[in-house]
């Protein structure tokens, strides 16, 4: 299994950025997908998650700002992260979770200038 994370870059506070992340290999389709943070100094963190059904989860810091959807059929998911703040600046992480297995992409950098 391997997740391709795409879409870091430098954003101003207030803007709107989009994560993705495709998961390629083989994999039971009832699963969880998700992206972490980790900011520097700090532990990773959970941003929000969304199982294979469509149920999603998030953070309380990103609730109604980040929205995070999948496509199954091409086993993605997006990150929209909407009114950026520089306390969102991380490194985002894309993790799949299928039965007991846990899987991570490469880490994506989102600066947020204030």
């Known amino acids: 299994v391997q997740l391709q994370a795409s879409g870091g870059g430098l954003v101003q506070a207030g803007g709107s950025h989009r994560l993705s992340c495709a998961a390629s290999?083989?994999?039971?389709?009832?699963?969880?997908m998700a992206w972490y943070r980790q900011a520097p100094g700090k532990h990773r963190e959970l941003v929000a998650a969304?199982?294979?059904?469509?149920?999603?989860n998030y953070a309380d810091s990103v609730k109604g700002r980040f929205t995070l959807s999948r496509d199954n059929g091409k086993n993605t998911v997006y990150l929209q992260m909407n009114s950026l703040k520089p306390e969102d600046t991380a490194v985002y992480f894309c993790?799949?979770?299928?039965?007991?297995?846990?899987?991570w992409g490469q880490g994506t950098l989102v600066t947020v200038s204030s």
């Open positions: 969304i199982t294979s059904g469509g149920t999603t």
């Open positions: 290999g083989s994999f039971f389709r009832i699963n969880t």
């Open positions: 993790n799949l979770r299928v039965l007991r297995d846990s899987f």
